[in-house]
């Protein structure tokens, strides 16, 4: 894993759209693995920006999300398709029969779990997966218990997950489902690239876990460790119990990768 701390939460999702970026201009038919929530937000802004400042093509590249909700009434304001759509991709060009989310509404969950994953399969696997990590420590919807080989699946969410996602619902937590539809953590690992973006004082104390270990099963984001190429991007918010600071910002400072951030 590699970590880089940015100031804050522009700069975060400055540096993680640019990566997206810089990858859909070297591969404009790349497949992109998507995460929704308040941390995306930003990011998503940061790459409708880029790109209509540079005219990226997103008119090639296919999309899957990590996860949706179970149960909710169809059409629903609050599932991950609407926000996706809002978010994202009602504000570049990319058709929408190539983003794809895991339905959560399917008659028969297994089924539609196990098409989700051919589909990923079909389309050559993901280059990049994005995601955030929930107050529990889950990547997806992968809350604790999670193995780090299950692929998607329907899941229990926590109610610590409910509460946190409250605010999306109106904060009103009855509406929250109670289930949801998400890629395992086995299915993340697959992905070429996976970026952990957090930011946010709320992320400090799960994130130092995440990160600095040690490996469990109750904290799925740990799984990152086992990936070859697994990316950190956090804010001076989310990294205050971080404890080898000094040999990550060596890192953001020396790194190839982030010359064009340093110059
Ligand atoms: C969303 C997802 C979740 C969120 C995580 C952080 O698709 O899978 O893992 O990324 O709960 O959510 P926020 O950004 O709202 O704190």
């Known amino acids: 894993m590699k970590l880089v701390v940015r100031n804050d939460d522009r700069a975060v999702a400055a540096l993680t759209a640019r990566l997206v970026a810089d990858l859909l201009k070297a591969r404009p038919d790349c497949v992109l693995g998507l995460a929704t929530g308040r941390t995306m937000e930003r990011v998503y802004d940061a790459l409708v920006e880029i790109g209509h400042a540079e005219a990226l093509d997103f008119s090639r590249c296919r999309t899957f999300n990590l996860d949706e909700y179970i149960g909710l009434p169809p059409g629903s304001a609050h599932s991950y398709r609407a926000y996706m759509n809002d978010h994202l991709f009602s504000r570049i060009a990319i058709p929408l029969e190539n983003t794809m989310l895991p339905d959560g509404s399917a008659a028969d969950l297994a089924a539609e779990a196990a098409r989700y994953e051919d589909a990923i399969r079909r389309a050559g696997g993901i280059d990049l ?6 107050e529990t420590g889950h990547i997806g919807f992968n809350e604790p218990l999670s193995s780090f080989t299950s692929r998607t699946r329907d899941i229990t969410l926590a109610p610590g997950t409910r509460r946190q996602n409250a605010v999306l619902f109106d904060r009103d937590i009855d509406a929250v489902p109670r289930r949801a539809l998400t890629m ?26 995440a990160v600095e270990g040690p490996v469990t099963p109750m904290i799925s984001a740990t799984a990152l460790h086992f990936h070859p190429d697994s990316l950190a991007i956090v804010d001076e918010d989310a990294a205050p119990h971080l404890k080898h600071r000094e040999y990550y910002d060596s890192v953001f400072a020396t790194d190839p990768e982030f010359a064009s951030f340093n110059a």
């Open 129 to 134: 997966q994005l995601v955030g990590i929930g």
């Open 184 to 209: 395992g953590v086995g299915t993340i690992l697959e992905a070429r690239r996976v970026v952990l973006v957090a930011t946010g004082a709320a992320k400090a104390g799960i994130l130092a876990q």
